[in-house]
């Protein structure tokens, strides 16, 4: 009953079915009640009465057509409404029709319309009196009786009007916020990509530029002994091995597995000389405590040098490389890659041109700026990051 009584207060969004059949069970109820609280008012009132103005079975005529005039209550409420009131100076019958449209009128516009609408009802209670050769009750009660149903009608439908719209706007806020809901999941599987493609790029293009130094390296030496060979074969071997397990860590990130530990400002030594294993020659200077930096400021210098190592290996083989990392806590953290472009001795390693573009990024995130660029044969790769106290 409850559910019956919610359809018939609150329409459903849009034009479906279900909303139409709630309305032609609206209006066979509204139709109904019309016709049985008039039938009740013939009996009750002045119209079966010797002093009537007219017979009660014009009365009951009138009521008749009134109500008839219901069924195009929903499109033309107000118009309705302006048609029947007259009626109600000579039917008593006609005030159950008056009644529902003052209800819809409500319902439908503004409360200062429908009060004066009730206002003009209740003012033919008068104009009926007065018709009457002899009335059997006071005119107070005429007034009282109809003063009583016009305010009852109107303050339903005013209510019904105020529920409708309070309900529409929690279809609406919840509308938003579903549509918002679904913004932030987009976003952030858009940002966790973004991260899963940048930490597989800072990766795979690390270890795999030492597979291809190592490579290019059996390439050209053809005359490598047995030993050497082996030990590039071995070499490749393992960048091979350790980019795999790289590989198989970012994946296990994206089947929701525990993300394990990342390197920091601690595992720098490592990474130099893994570099250094791989041929490279690379200096190394740090003033900047491996336990100061805060942990993510501490993976985002470890990746901007390693990125910074990939890059000298890919497109300056064979330069000697500069590593530099100063600053101060409270104010920022300076990272300096530098690599000798004249040194450079083999064809470089072509790249997709991402790596300085997701290196950007990565600073930004960190509150940092990046510069590149080429001094005469020196290319300079330089990070300025907040380093708070």
């Known amino acids: 009953m409850s559910a019956l009584l919610f359809a018939l207060l609150v329409p459903g969004p849009g034009d479906d079915m279900s909303t139409r059949r709630r309305d032609r069970l609206a209006d066979a109820i509204a139709i109904g009640l019309a016709t049985v609280y008039g039938a009740l008012m013939v009996p009750l ?3 079966t009465k010797p002093g009537a103005a007219i017979p009660w079975q014009v009365d009951v005529g009138i009521g008749v057509l009134c109500v008839l005039t219901l069924v195009v209550r929903r499109r033309h409420p107000r118009a309705v409404a302006l048609a029947l009131l007259p009626f109600g100076a000579m039917s008593v019958m006609a005030t159950g029709a008056i009644t529902v449209a003052l209800f819809t009128v409500a319902v439908r516009h503004r409360a200062a319309v429908v009060l004066w609408l009730g206002a003009a009802n209740v003012a033919t209670a008068a104009v009926y009196f007065l018709l009457q050769h002899d009335p059997p009750f006071p005119l107070w009660v005429d007034l009282l009786m109809r003063s009583v149903v016009t305010a009852a ?7 019904v009007r105020a529920y409708r719209r309070l309900t529409q706007s929690l279809r609406d806020h919840a509308a938003r916020l579903e549509a918002e809901q679904h913004l932030r999941v987009e976003q952030a599987r858009l940002t966790e990509r973004t991260r899963i493609a940048r930490e597989m790029h ?3 293009a690390h ?3 030492l597979i291809s130094l190592h490579a290019g ?7 490598a002994r047995p030993e050497e060979t082996a030990l590039a074969a ?5 960048s091979a091995h350790e980019a795999l397990q790289e590989l198989r860590t970012v994946f296990g990130i994206l089947r929701d597995r525990p993300e ?3 390197p920091d400002l601690g ?7 893994t570099a250094r294993a791989s041929g490279m020659t690379v200096g190394f200077i740090s003033t900047v405590p491996a336990d100061g930096p805060a942990v993510m400021l501490g993976r985002t210098v470890y990746r901007f040098v390693q990125e910074g190592l990939t890059n000298a290996r890919k497109h300056a083989p064979g330069s000697d490389v500069q590593v530099r990392l100063d600053g101060t806590a409270g104010a920022e953290l300076r990272v300096t890659v530098t690599n000798d472009l004249a040194q450079a001795h083999r064809s470089p390693i072509p790249g997709s041109g991402l790596g300085l573009v997701g290196l950007r990024e990565r600073v930004a995130l960190a509150g940092g700026r990046v510069e590149h660029g080429t001094d005469r044969d020196t290319f300079r790769l330089q990070a300025w990051l907040p380093w708070p106290p």
């Open 260 to 262: 394990p530990p990342q």
């Open 207 to 209: 270890r795999l530029s």
């Open 45 to 47: 009132g002045d119209a």
């Open 217 to 223: 390296a059996l390439e050209v030496r053809t005359d």
């Open 234 to 238: 071995g070499a490749i071997r393992g």
């Open 202 to 204: 800072d990766v795979l």
């Open 153 to 159: 009608a109107v303050g339903w439908g005013l209510f």
């Open 267 to 273: 595992d720098l030594p490592d990474l130099v000389d």
